[in-house]
T-cell receptor, first 111, second 113 residues
Framework: DQQVKQNSPSLSVQEGRISILNCDYT??????FLWYKKYPAEGPTFLIS?????DKNEDGRFTVFLNKSAKHLSLHIVPSQPGDSAVYFC??????????FGKGTKLTVNP | NAGVTQTPKFQVLKTGQSMTLQCAQD?????MYWYRQDPGMGLRLIYY???????DKGEVPNGYNVSRLNKREFSLRLESAAPSQTSVYFC????????????FGQGTRLTVV
């Protein structure tokens, strides 16, 4: 039973436009949420995070939004750049400290 | 800065062979993880270690054993490799506790034939 769902396997956007990646989770006990970025043949790298006491966290072009009542978070990238093309993983953490990942969304930013 | 180092980077095994994947981190992290990544399946946790000498099963532990002999190193052993264990394996580490991000190694691509 999937605890973290990224329902869009892929997303394609034009350079300069907004990219919105979505993630849903099932357990309300999760209280820390992260986004990772992964290029081919490399390990995932941390991008941005948010704790359950906030509903928004911003870091440059990247913003994560958390809707606790809907158990939904999203990552906005504005403006999107070709170098943002990668697989993006949503991850959640609860009391056990283990990080649970979604299946990922492959983002392609077209020049 | 080495960060998280995994060896080997590539490995081909025959069914039934055994091998150990090595992982070391130099960030003084307490927690270490082993994940596997398969197409369409995301990153699935195999084992987790919160501190030296402690380990805990993750989502897909069957067919694997781990060893956390010291703070720096966390190894993953396949006692009798099966084709279903063909995957890319990632080791990660983090500070103990919640609200901390994990840092990943470059991965080991394992093929079992």
């Amino acid at each position: 039973d999937q605890q973290v769902k990224q329902n869009s396997p892929s997303l394609s956007v034009q350079e300069g436009r907004i990219s919105i990646l979505n993630c849903d989770y099932t357990n309300s006990m999760f209280d820390y949420f992260l986004w990772y970025k992964k290029y081919p043949a490399e390990g995932p790298t941390f991008l941005i995070s948010i704790s359950s006491i906030k509903d928004k966290n911003e870091d440059g072009r990247f913003t994560v939004f958390l809707n606790k009542s809907a158990k939904h978070l999203s990552l906005h990238i504005v403006p999107s750049q070709p170098g943002d093309s990668a697989v993006y993983f949503c991850a959640v953490q609860g009391g056990s400290e283990k990080l649970v990942f979604g299946k990922g969304t492959k983002l392609t930013v077209n020049p | 800065n080495a960060g998280v180092t995994q060896t080997p980077k590539f490995q081909v095994l025959k069914t039934g062979q055994s091998m150990t994947l090595q992982c070391a981190q130099d960030m003084n992290h307490n927690s270490m993880y082993w994940y596997r990544q398969d197409p369409g399946m995301g990153l699935r946790l195999i084992y987790y270690s919160a501190s030296e000498g402690t380990t805990d099963k993750g989502e897909v532990p069957n067919g694997y054993n781990v060893s956390r002999l010291n703070k720096r190193e966390f190894s993953l052993r396949l006692e009798s490799a099966a084709p279903s264990q063909t995957s890319v394996y990632f080791c990660a580490s983090s500070y103990r506790g919640q609200s901390t991000e994990a840092f990943f190694g470059q991965g080991t691509r394992l093929t079992v034939v």
